[in-house]
């Protein structure tokens, strides 16, 4: 006979709250520090989330040390300075140019792929593929870092030109968004804004 297999079973209230209804950006950070295991954990729970053709395009820069974040700071908008001075670590989301490269290793069911990407023809293709899965990729950071205990401190507001010089000198890392990340000062949290209600986001046909 063959085997039934369980039905999923939704996540528990408190779980939900943790990742969704009860999460908040964090804005001020404690001085608690994030070690280097929990990034490695972070990263091992990420890998795992969809993306096309199994490509997994982003590229994950976490900034730690002094020097590395001063030379990040100088790249950001005013208003995001002192918070990402505060965090104990700040994420710098991109995305490979050659992700297709790795195709051979990561979808090794379909050899067609790297040369379907190959190609400055295909330039403006590949980057809309890395952009749109280094996005994805940076959304699972954020929900599996809070389901590690972090809180997040998601970002726009910076010079990319300025980090990829800085950083990427070669050009072959992209950058997408940045993310603090470390243990959230919950007096500092701003009140919630208000969410779009369903009728008003979402379309059932």
């Known amino acids: 006979m063959a ?3 369980n039905a999923p079973v939704a ?5 939900l709250e943790r990742l969704f209804t009860g999460a908040r950006t964090a804005n001020r950070f404690t001085g608690r520090p994030v070690p280097d295991h929990l990034l490695r954990e972070l990263y091992d729970l990420v890998k795992f989330g969809p993306t096309a053709s199994n490509l997994c395009p982003a590229r994950f820069t976490f900034v730690r040390g002094r020097e590395a974040k001063e030379r990040l700071l100088r790249a950001l908008d005013p208003g995001n300075v002192e918070r990402t001075r505060e965090a104990p670590v700040t994420v710098i989301v991109g995305w490979a140019e050659d992700f297709h490269l790795r195709a051979p290793d990561l979808f090794p069911g379909r050899p067609d792929i790297v040369a379907r990407h190959a190609g400055d023809e295909r330039k403006d293709v590949r980057r809309e593929v890395a952009f749109r899965n280094s996005s994805l990729q940076g959304a699972y950071m954020i929900i599996a870092a809070r389901a590690l205990g972090l809180d997040c401190g998601p970002m726009s507001g910076f010079d990319p030109e300025l980090i ?8 072959k890392t992209r950058v997408n968004f940045l993310c603090n990340l470390g ?3 919950r007096a500092a949290q701003f009140p919630r804004l208000p969410r779009l209600p369903f009728d008003e ?4 046909l």
């Open 3 to 5: 085997k039934v297999m």
């Open 11 to 15: 996540l528990a209230d408190h779980v």
């Open 164 to 171: 990829e010089r800085e950083f990427f000198p070669d050009r």
């Open 183 to 185: 243990f959230a000062d």
């Open 201 to 204: 986001a979402c379309a059932l």
